[in-house]
């Protein structure tokens, strides 16, 4: 078993529609969650990120983590075409610095 | 500031040949890991390492040698290329936690 699934996609959504991208985990002693947004041919970049449950917004973007059911999400409010991308989650526990792990990426395709 | 960065940008070996994928950064992070991104498998980490003379293996580190002799460069070797490791390569280097600086990748195939 994988330590974090995520749903490929492709995901596909109107200009405007609210977008929710989740992943689910094994391992519970991961503490940090982090959600990268990676544009075709880039390197991903950090978009957010979590330490421990709860929420957090930044602008049109809000991630929840929750920890109970090993379950975290990132919703995407009023969604544009510039938030066409892939979406990787990733998280690590709080021992190795280093290691972090990642899911597969859901690919999110938001049409004008 | 250049943030990190990788050459080459693209790679063509063939089966048994070997060599080296350069990654720099200069942010001065202590953090340096390298993975590989294959459709449908993510993001998988190779080697990292936590300071200069000091790596240690991640998730896929058959194949790959690593070293870190200065805290800016973390080249990483293919011994024997395969058709296995046909794959992105990325380099990141980090500070914190939670965040990590990624190149922009390699694009290996070996045929």
């Known amino acids: 078993q994988k330590e974090v699934e995520q749903d490929p996609g492709p995901l596909s959504v109107p200009e405007g529609a609210i977008v929710s991208l989740n992943c689910t985990y094994s391992?519970?002693?991961?503490?940090?969650f982090m959600w990268y947004r990676q544009y075709s041919r880039k390197g991903p970049e950090l978009l957010m990120y979590t330490y421990s449950s709860g929420n957090k917004e930044d602008g049109r973007f809000t991630a929840q983590v929750d920890k109970s059911s090993k379950y975290i999400s990132l919703f995407i409010r009023d969604s544009q075409p510039s938030d066409s991308a892939t979406y990787l989650c990733a998280m690590k526990d709080g021992y190795n610095f280093n290691k972090f792990y990642f899911g597969s990426g859901t690919k999110l395709n938001v049409k004008p | 500031n250049a943030g990190v960065t990788q050459t080459p940008k693209f790679q063509v070996l063939k089966t048994g040949q070997s060599m080296t994928l350069q990654c720099a950064q200069d942010?001065?992070?202590?953090?340096m890991s390298w993975y590989r991104q294959d459709p449908g498998m993510g993001l998988r980490l190779i080697h990292y390492s936590v300071g200069a003379g000091i790596t240690d293996q991640g998730e896929v580190p058959n194949g790959y040698n690593v070293s870190r002799s200065t805290t800016e460069d973390f080249p990483l070797r293919l011994l024997s290329a395969a058709p296995s490791q046909t794959s992105v390569y990325f380099c990141a280097s980090s500070s914190t936690p939670y965040e990590q600086y990624f190149g922009p990748g390699t694009r290996l195939t070996v045929t």
């Open positions: 391992n519970s002693a991961f503490q940090y």
């Open positions: 942010m001065n992070h202590e953090y």
